[in-house]
């Protein structure tokens, strides 16, 4: 068995002793947590999500964007925002309002359309979070399930 360790390093500079001090402490648990968090991730059909409080910084989101949306992770990343683009156009009122409303603390639940007006569409069902700290909310999260019938 491995135990992981997470040590920092000091130099006499910051010290005031002749040489450099470490200070470690056993991380075994916070990794192995980590790791069946990322497996539960990659492995769920569902889109799993965290957004900044504002919603213009993507914190996390697994691989099922691609299959359910048809982004790529790492797109979403470099612009949060176009997500959007992939919301049926009836349903982008909806959808926007409910991100206003999740921003400002209240958390949502939202069935809609992903898809173009002409096109083939998916349902997806939506329920958001707010994530709390000190009395303010400094991050959203949530998940997109696939619900076409």
């Given at each position: 068995d491995w135990v992981w360790f997470r040590t920092?390093?000091?130099?006499?500079?910051?010290?005031?002793l002749d040489g450099y001090a470490l200070s470690s402490r056993d991380v075994t648990l916070e990794v192995?947590?980590?790791r069946r968090l990322e497996t539960i991730a990659s492995t769920s059909?569902?889109?799993l999500w965290m957004f900044?409080?504002?919603?213009?910084d993507l914190l996390f989101v697994n691989g099922a964007l691609?299959?359910?949306f048809g982004i790529e992770?790492?797109?979403?990343?470099r612009r949060p925002q176009m997500f959007l683009a992939a919301v049926h156009p009836d349903d982008r009122p909806a959808v926007e309002d409910a991100m206003e409303r999740l921003s400002d603390g209240e958390?949502?639940?939202?069935?809609?359309?992903i898809g173009p007006a002409d096109g083939r569409t998916t349902w997806v069902r939506v329920p958001s979070r707010p994530v709390w700290e000190d009395g303010e909310v400094v991050a959203v999260t949530g998940f997109a399930r696939?619900?076409?019938?």
């Open positions: 920092r390093v000091f130099p006499p500079s910051e010290t005031g192995e947590s980590r059909p569902d889109v900044s409080a504002d919603l213009e691609e299959s359910v992770p790492d797109a979403l990343e958390p949502t639940n939202l069935d809609y359309r696939d619900v076409t019938d």
